[in-house]
Every structure is written in C-alpha cells, then in structure tokens.
C-alpha cells in the first residue's frame, strides 16, 4: 500500500513540476515572473549575458580583440566579455551564424532540450541502480521545479550546460555500469570544463579513483584552447587580472549569494578586503573535503563536495550559478537507499532554493517597495544571502556524512596510499578501478571478484 501511495505521488509530484517548467518557459515570453528574482527584476536585459558571448565570437570574426566593447555594438546591449578568448573563438562565434536575438532563443531551445535529455538520462540511471519507479520520478521532476534555471535561460548562460555535461561525464556507463572505456567521461568532463571552469574542481576526486589521465587530457585539451588561439596569452593575463580580485574583494550586492557576502554581513561590513577570510575559507575546506576524497570509495558524494566549494571560495555567486548543484543533489537523491530517511535531504533542498525569497524578505522586512532591497536592514540582508548559501552548507555537510558510509580501507593512511596507488597505475598503464553507481569497487585479492562495502 505504502508503495501505491508513493508512486501516485511520485506521479503527481511530476506532473506539478513538469506545469512549474512550462511556466518557466512562458515568463521568457512574457515576464510574468520577472518581480520574483534580483537577476530578472534589475537586470533587466534579458540574453544579456549570452549577447556578451556573442559578441565576443563577432569581434574575432572581424579581427576585433574578444574583449573590445565596439562601437557600434552587433547585439542590442551587453556585459563586459570576462571569460577565456578560446571560448569566443568557439561559442561565441559558432552562434554569429544567427543574428543576435535568434541565436539566442535557438540557445535557450539546446539548453531546454539537454535538461530534459538530463531528466531521460535519470530515469536510465535509475533503472541501472535497482531503484523503484517513484524514486526515478522524484529524480526527474527536480530538473524541472528548480527556479535557479530560470534566471539561467533568461541571462542566456552557460553553467546549466556546463552541469548537464559533467552530470553526464558523472553517469557514464564507466562510473554506473562499471563498463571498461572511459572516453565518455573524459569527453563530457572535458567539455563541460571548457564551458565553464567549474567542473574543473572534481579534478582530485577523478584522480583519486584512477582516472588521472581522463584528467591530464582534459587539462591538455584546456590548455591548447588557451594558446591555441591568437594572443593566448594576453588574453590570459586579462582573464585573470579581472576575475583575480573577485577572490579577495568584496562589494555589498544583492544578487550575490557567495558565503563571503553572508560573512559580510555577518561581520557588520568589516570592510571589501576579505584575503584573511579568503585563505581561511579555502584551506578549512580543501584541507576537509581532500581528507574525504581520500578516504571515501563514493566518487559522487566527493564530487559534490569538490563542487560546492566554488559557492563558499568566491564572490562572484549569482543566483544562476546554483543550477551547477542540481545535478549534484540529483545523484545524492539516486545514491541513497529508499530505506534510508536522510536520502530525502537533496529533494527537500531542492525544493527550499526554488522559493524565491526576494519578495518573501521584502514583504517581512516591510520595505517600501520603491526602494532598492540593499535599502533593507541588515537582518534582512543576512536572511535573503542565506537563502541559497545556507542550503549549500547543509548540503556539504550532509555529502560529507555520508562520504564516510563507504570508506576504502579502515585507515585515513590506507586509503590515501590506495588512492596514490590507484591514479598512478592509471597514469602508468592506463589501468583503473570499476566503478559500480558512482562507488569505487574495490577487488577481493584472493577471488579478484569485486567486494562491495557501501550501505547499499
């Protein structure tokens, strides 16, 4: 009976997210929803960050430095490009084939079509893991409820994509089914990597299951793309000599969701130099989440706490940057037993980052609703950059428990040397570990017949 109940539930827990989606999809149209988030309220532009790769891929094609504002400019208005030139040379110029507004929604239209490609792609998984059919469901419709995808398809960014391609890398047949041959792997984490940097922080964890040189190849292909085009390294020096200081500088905005804008505000605005607080925050948590990697067989959970570190290490946490965890915190949902009460974590997180919270702040703070919500009190403040980072936070923590269910040996010393011993025969002879529903399966030296540990 109990089944029963969770599969007609489960039905319409789709349904109902499948009806958010299209509302989505309506409010690019008509902007019914535009009042609900900073991104789409005060930014107004909507594509605008898709017109600045645009853009970008049109000066290359006249000869024009990637990082030049033209004027005149072919789009209607945009950001400044920050991004690597390689990515100008490729997307950017790819999309020229279209004008403007067109390649935008013709943008929009792939992302669309890889979320539900992504959503297909759990339910297969799904299957794979023996999980029952409701459970697939649920793993579904959270592509479709979270409202951080919003924001994304209407800025037309590119960390969706990035996710969905390391979402695939994570759910190859090499790291679900256990199958030899990791190419996929490496050609989806690779180009996920390219789009945007972040898929780059699992890089440990791939090392540490013996796959290093799916890592080195990506880094290799990375590193062309850099020199490969003209001004390589200009370009470089000026990627990084913009985004550097978003690490140790902070301005109050409040569209930023970063921890150190929640620290910020916490301290009682101690002042935009935050490199004490920028070290601190990255040895704490690289040192941690390296210990866990190290210990742990659960090369999906340790992704996950790789990925988050990019939401409490940097300033620059848009709203729209939060739809790199949802396939995170879809694999933590296929990851855990259906016996197991904490699995229901990731989908009730799921399910708190979709509320919009500016308007919920604005109406409790009772701020006068011509004013700029940085007009509000600092309590207000503290509670709106919590709304998403504090779910992150719990998250890790969460991903960090259960790290430590499926440990590789007993020791912290034994599985480090395991893990050395893993990425260097996979650097030597190219050998490597299966892995079984994202758990490392550790081989029994007397039958050579896999031994699983895991609470699965």
């Not at 540490?208 to 040189?213: C, H, I, S, V």
Request: glycine share 8%.
């Amino acid at each position: 009976m109990r089944g029963s109940i969770r599969g007609w539930m489960s039905w319409g827990f789709l349904a109902i997210s499948i009806a958010i989606h299209l509302v989505y999809l309506s409010s690019l149209l008509t902007g019914q929803l535009n009042d609900l988030f900073h991104d789409t309220r005060y930014i107004t532009d909507q594509g605008i960050d898709f017109f600045a790769f645009y853009q970008a891929g049109n000066n290359v094609l006249n000869g024009i430095d990637c990082y030049a504002v033209p004027d005149p400019l072919t789009v209607p208005y945009m950001f400044p490009y920050r991004y690597l030139a390689y990515f100008a040379y490729s997307f950017g110029a790819l999309f020229n084939l279209a004008p403007p507004i067109q390649a935008y929604w013709i943008w929009v239209g792939i992302v669309l079509v890889c979320v539900w490609l992504a959503a297909i792609r759990t339910r297969s998984v799904s299957k794979t893991l023996h999980r029952k059919d409701w459970e697939w469901r649920i793993g579904a419709s959270m592509w479709f409820v979270f409202s951080p995808i919003y924001i994304e398809l209407y800025l037309g960014q590119v960390t969706l994509m990035a996710a969905i391609l390391m979402f695939f890398a994570l759910t190859s047949t090499s790291l679900v089914k256990g199958q030899r041959g990791n190419w996929t792997l490496t050609a989806f984490w690779t180009m996920g990597s390219l789009m945007k940097l972040i898929p780059f922080l699992i890089a440990p964890v791939l090392v540490g299951a013996g796959r290093a040189r799916a890592v080195l190849a990506g880094v290799l292909v990375f590193v062309i793309g850099v020199f490969a085009v003209p001004a390589g390294l200009e370009s470089l020096e000026y990627f990084l000599g913009f985004n550097t200081p978003q690490l140790t500088q902070v301005t109050p905005y409040v569209g930023n969701h970063s921890l150190k804008m929640l620290i910020y505000y916490l301290l009682g605005e101690p002042g935009a130099d935050f490199s004490a607080i920028t070290g601190l925050l990255f040895g704490l948590f690289f040192l941690i989440t390296f210990v866990a990697t190290l210990y742990s067989r659960d090369l999906w959970i340790c992704a996950g706490l790789f990925s988050i570190l990019y939401f409490f290490i940097m300033f620059d946490v848009w709203e729209h940057h939060y739809t790199f965890l949802l396939p995170l915190l879809v694999l933590a949902w296929l990851r855990g037993h259906h016996e197991d009460r904490s699995r229901w974590v990731p989908l009730i997180l799921v399910l708190v980052m979709s509320i919009p919270m500016l308007p919920i702040v604005e109406f409790l703070s009772g701020i006068d609703p011509v004013l700029h919500p940085i007009n509000m009190e600092p309590i207000w403040l503290i509670v709106y950059h919590g709304s998403k980072v504090i779910p992150a936070l719990i998250f890790y923590v969460w991903l960090y428990m259960m790290a430590f269910r499926s440990p590789r040996v007993e020791s912290l010393e034994e599985s480090a040397q395991e893990a050395y011993l893993l990425a260097w025969k996979n650097l030597i002879s190219g050998s490597y570990p299966r892995v079984e529903g994202g758990i490392i399966v550790q081989e029994d030296e007397n039958t050579s017949e896999p031994t699983m540990t895991h609470d699965d």
